[in-house]
């Protein structure tokens, strides 16, 4: 594997990640890996160049092929084999005139487990950055943007693949934004920190189930009902609910309907019994006893504490 670097502070070019991590995915993938420093502002050709000397040391240590992952674009085709013309290596292009949209729904139904690390402004908004490379960011790209970033409109950063020995788990925090670029930090995730993405905003699927919770909050809601707003099956969605959120849509909808009656404590002097009502209890009791359950105290302490504060 090779990889262009900015010299002075170790970033992926175009990628915006950090080489350490890039070291971690090659350790899993199983191949050696060699970085290329190269200064971030240098032109086409040389970075071509500096392309060129990698692979020609890559040939020299005893490689005798090497693969792109080019889908269509004949100037990238053009261009890698430019720039290994001289080095003796095999060049092969196995993805070469896939159909890129099959190939991103193969990708996903494989399990491929990516992350939107970067973006060009021109073709994505910069908040498309720190997404899930997943079924939901696929449909909702524009019509011009390649489903597989063909055309260097977004890369991403893969945290597991088929074949992997292992995964480099990650999570993005900030957005930055360099000119014509938009960049998630990517940092390795720590399992005993609580993650910071919310995951209704990174899934669309998940941002129409809470819209539509917050817009219905004192109606019945169950499962068969939202699975339908997510456009999913009731088991598909009970299964993508519970793996990104970290729990059962009934258990976070009860959550969703004491933080909607926390609000109201706060925000009205109506009765205990109407907020209950407001937010889909239809017992007293019960909301009395769940919102103990959660708030460990009554929803009137609760509503006196807020007011002495």
């Given amino acids: 594997m090779i990889s262009l ?3 002075k502070n170790g970033r992926v070019i175009l990628h915006g990640v950090r080489h350490t991590l890039l070291q971690r995915q090659a350790e899993a993938v199983g191949l050696p890996l060699r970085f290329v420093p190269l200064d971030w502002t240098s032109s086409r050709g040389e970075r071509n160049a500096a392309l060129a000397r990698g692979f020609g040391e890559v040939r020299a240590d005893g490689a005798a092929c090497v693969a792109f992952g080019d889908l269509f674009s004949v100037e990238g085709r053009d261009r890698r084999l430019l720039v290994t013309a001289d080095t003796g290596l095999e060049v092969v292009f196995p993805l070469w005139n896939r159909d890129t949209r099959a190939h991103s729904a193969e990708m996903l139904e494989a399990g491929l487990s990516a992350w939107v690390c970067s973006v060009d402004t021109g073709f ?11 079924a939901d960011f696929v449909a909702g ?3 011009d943007v390649d489903p597989c970033g063909g055309n260097d409109e977004f890369h991403t950063f893969v945290e597991w693949a088929p074949g992997w020995e292992g995964r480099v788990e990650v999570e993005p925090t900030r957005s930055i934004e360099v000119y014509d670029f938009a960049f998630a930090e990517i940092e390795a995730a720590d399992g005993s920190a609580p993650r910071r993405i919310d995951p209704f905003s990174r899934f669309a699927r998940l941002d129409r189930v809470r819209r539509h919770v917050d817009r219905h909050i004192a109606e019945d809601l169950s499962v068969d009902a939202l699975a339908r707003v997510a456009a999913m099956s009731r088991t598909g969605f009970s299964r993508f609910f519970r793996e990104h959120v970290g729990m059962t849509f009934a258990s976070w909808l009860a959550h969703r309907r004491i933080e909607s009656a926390c609000q109201l404590l706060r925000e009205s002097n109506d009765a205990v019994s109407r907020i209950a009502e407001a937010v889909g209890f239809h017992s007293e009791r019960t909301f009395r006893r769940s919102f103990h359950e959660q708030m460990d105290c009554s929803p009137s302490e609760y509503r006196r504490k807020t007011l002495e504060e």
């Fill in 5 to 7: 670097v900015n010299e």
């Fill in 124 to 134: 994505l908004p910069a908040s498309r950055t720190g997404h899930r490379f997943d």
């Fill in 141 to 143: 790209l524009p019509e």
